[in-house]
């Protein structure tokens, strides 16, 4: 068997602004895989596309999506950080994919029925072959691991199945041409923990997400003091007092929500929380709450309008990025051109 060498691949959509849930939820860990990882993260501008995105709109949010990823703590001299588009190679990947998935696994695909809704025949075919491109993403750089939500083990699963029929259909070019006896990694999903799921503050029980109607029920990460503030002030609770254990929590989505958004962001667990302030009521336990989401959130929001100020740093790091991504990427589509008999070497 193949052993390749570990690499980290991530990316996010940039079809709005940051929250709480992506950075607790993902960048969070993303930032702690640069100590151990060579890492690239994406800003999958592709994805984007695959619904209707406005153009101005589009064109800002790739930049503050990267502002977000800067201000948070990834690295750009550690780590790469660029957008898909600027790497011809992702498409140019999937289009192969797009030859090697079948129809009846992107059938099965649930968010694909989800995002389509009723209106299946309207859906744009980007969007049905979407996990084809992901899958491209990730094994354009022959990338091993890679952190996502639970939302995405559907599609990891799915670039698992790509990678390994691409595998066993060139089996034979690939040894006779001196690619190793495989040509691509099987990608591990590495999904982030339940403790770090954040919800809604308006309804305990679903996702926080920024399709949500209300701007109440999530923390932008660009998000002042105020709003912060305000916005935990405001989160649905449930009128009992807190308990002094987690197993109290249980039926109760809105405490057990803000103990973990409480933990996450104090670095700690719900039990170290619920030591220390089982028995308040909320009115006692969301200033605390609040005052700890301002300390750690406040300093990112700052950092990003700094990024946003001067878009041309923000801009230089996607160059630099992407051309990184390029070197690594570049030739590992010669190779799989080679493979698939598109373009010989020699
Ligand atoms: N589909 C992912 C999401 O919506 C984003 C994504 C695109 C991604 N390509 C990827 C995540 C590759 C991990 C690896 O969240």
Redesign the pocket.
């Known amino acids: 068997m193949t052993k390749f060498p570990e690499r980290v691949?991530?990316?996010?959509?940039p079809t709005d602004t940051l929250h709480l849930g992506n950075y607790l939820g993902a960048m969070v860990n993303w930032i702690a895989m640069q100590e151990t990882h060579e890492c690239v993260y994406?800003v999958?501008d592709l994805?984007a596309i695959t619904v209707f995105q406005d153009p101005d709109q589009l064109a800002n949010n790739i930049r503050e999506v990267t502002a977000a990823y800067l201000a948070c703590g990834l690295d750009p001299k550690r780590s790469i950080i660029f957008n898909?588009s600027q790497v011809h190679e992702h498409a140019e990947l999937a289009w192969v994919f797009n030859c090697v998935a079948r129809m009846g696994w992107l059938n099965r695909m649930t968010q694909f029925k989800e995002k389509a809704g009723k209106d299946r025949e309207n859906a744009s075919t980007g969007l049905f072959v979407?996990?084809n491109?992901?899958a491209a993403?990730?094994l354009v750089y022959k990338?091993t691991h890679?952190?996502?939500?639970e939302?995405?083990k559907q599609?990891?699963e799915l670039?698992r199945d790509i990678a390994q029929k691409f595998n066993n259909d060139f089996a034979a070019s690939i040894a006779a041409h001196g690619h190793g006896d495989q040509f691509f990694p099987l990608p591990e999903p590495m999904i982030t923990g339940p403790a770090t799921r954040v919800m809604s503050l308006r309804d305990g029980t679903k996702k926080m997400s920024k399709s949500d109607a209300s701007e109440m029920s999530r923390i932008a990460l660009t998000d002042d003091s105020d709003q912060i503030a305000q916005k935990i002030r405001k989160a649905k609770t449930d009128p009992e007092p807190l308990p002094s254990e987690t197993k109290g929590l249980e039926g109760r989505p809105e405490a057990e929500n803000l103990v973990g958004i409480f933990a996450a962001l104090g670095g700690t667990t719900p039990d170290a929380v619920l030591k220390d302030h089982g028995g308040a009521q909320f009115s006692a336990f969301k200033p605390a709450l609040a005052e700890l989401a301002v300390a750690r959130l406040s300093p990112i929001a700052a950092e990003m309008r700094r990024l946003l100020a001067e878009p041309g740093h923000v801009d230089a790091v996607l160059a630099d990025g992407a051309e990184r991504a390029r070197a690594i990427a570049a030739p590992i589509m010669r190779d799989v051109k080679d493979v698939v008999g598109l373009l010989r070497a020699g």
């Not at 691949?9 to 959509?13: I, L, N, R, T, V």
């Open positions: 691949f991530s990316g996010m959509q994406c999958v994805h898909q979407y996990p491109l992901m993403d990730i990338g890679v952190p996502v939500g939302d995405q599609h990891l670039s």
